[in-house]
């Protein structure tokens, strides 16, 4: 389960909205909003300059705040596995 609600990304329902466009110009940049790598394993690593800290979207699907290590790409944090929820059907 995301510890993000979908407000933090969503700026609103096309079909609900007619000023998505502006809308979407006051959300700003991903990078304002949202600190990559703002995490002690990043913070001190050597590569931090030079690294683009990996997908916040992976990261938010495992579970984890933006920020946190993607560590399916980090070449330094050992990657963990990670599963996908299991839902029943019927
Ligand atoms: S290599 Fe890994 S630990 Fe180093 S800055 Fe990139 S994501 Fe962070």
Not at 16 to 36: C, I, M, N, Q, T
Not at 64 to 74: K, L, N, P, S, Y
């Amino acid at each position: 389960m995301s510890q993000h609600p979908d407000t933090d990304f969503l700026v609103g329902n096309v079909w609900e909205y007619d000023d998505v466009a502006e809308r979407l110009d006051a959300y700003g940049k991903f990078s304002d909003r949202w600190d990559l790598g703002a995490n002690p394993t990043c913070g001190g690593c050597s590569m931090s300059a030079a690294c683009g800290k990996g997908c916040p979207a992976a990261v938010v699907a495992a579970g984890e705040r933006i920020g946190a290590v993607d560590t399916e790409q980090c070449p330094v944090v050992p990657g963990q596995s990670r599963m996908l929820p299991v839902v029943g059907a019927s």
